[in-house]
Nanobody, 120 residues
């Protein structure tokens, strides 16, 4: 079993900042890719930022220059530093990963989601 536990969401005013954290734990052999998606009401889930299998990062165009993805490989943890937040960033943010379990299975996992609300 693998669990993704997110933290750091909340309510913030436009222009403010938040930092999301996601820790993967359980029967993990190695993480292949890990990052964040978000889903706003009535909209499809979309990629915000992630590390791919080569360790490179990618960002949704609308968050480039405002959001920064970082990680602690030893702790199977990713962080999303979100600055200059806008109301359109309001969504449920989900941690996501592809990883190999200790049973050599390549598996996909999602966190439970954390709400980010940007409003004055």
């Amino acid at each position: 079993q693998v669990q993704l536990v997110e933290s750091g969401g909340g309510l913030v005013q436009p222009g403010g900042s938040l930092r999301l954290s996601c820790v993967a734990s359980g029967s993990i052999f190695s993480v292949v890719a890990m990052g964040w998606y978000r889903q706003a009401p009535g909209r499809q889930r979309e990629l915000v930022a992630d590390y791919n299998s080569g360790g490179a990062t990618s960002y949704k165009d609308s968050v480039k220059g405002r959001f920064t993805l970082s990680r602690d490989i030893a702790k199977n943890t990713v962080y999303l530093e979100m600055n200059s937040l806008k109301p359109e960033d309001t969504a449920v943010y989900f941690c996501h990963t592809y990883l190999y379990t200790i049973y050599n299975h390549l598996s996909e996992y999602w966190g439970q989601g954390t709400q980010v609300t940007v409003s004055s």
